[in-house]
């Protein structure tokens, strides 16, 4: 089962460094600037959830073993009445909502690519996906204040 975790921790460094590779023009020089306070808080609770969700998760596939699978987990989810109610809201939130926010609020904004926020939490966590994306809108709309001057200078 570690082999999973090798895997879906593969896809989620490829899912994240496909969001900086569409997205690349924000972080050159004249792009969104340096990382703002507000950009630097997404990025820290961001890698904070995701450290957090594999801890748990690297100890959930650990102790469950060969029975570790997503139909599992998400079996798991639904435990009790508390865990229903935040199971059904996550579900919600990660497979419905956050694909039609990032892409149509994302394609308003001008970022490239925005359906692959919602790739990266399928690998990484719901909270870095959304931090993520939050903070490339933030450089995004740094970025469309400075593209003016940067496009006068050339």
Partial sequence: MATSLVFYGILGIISTGAALLFNRHLFVREGGGRISPMEALFYLFGVASLCLGWYFNVRYVHHDGAKATY????????????????????????????PLWTILDGRRRGLRAPW???????????????????????????????EPAVSKTS
């Fill in 71 to 98: 139909v599992n987990y998400t079996k798991a989810l639904f435990s009790n009445w508390a865990s229903d109610s935040a199971a059904q809201d996550y579900i919600m939130v990660n497979v419905i909502l956050l």
């Fill in 116 to 146: 692959i926020f919602f790739v990266m939490s399928l690998f990484t966590s719901l909270a870095f996906a959304m931090a993520f994306y939050l903070a490339f809108v933030e450089r995004q709309i740094r970025y469309r204040r400075a």
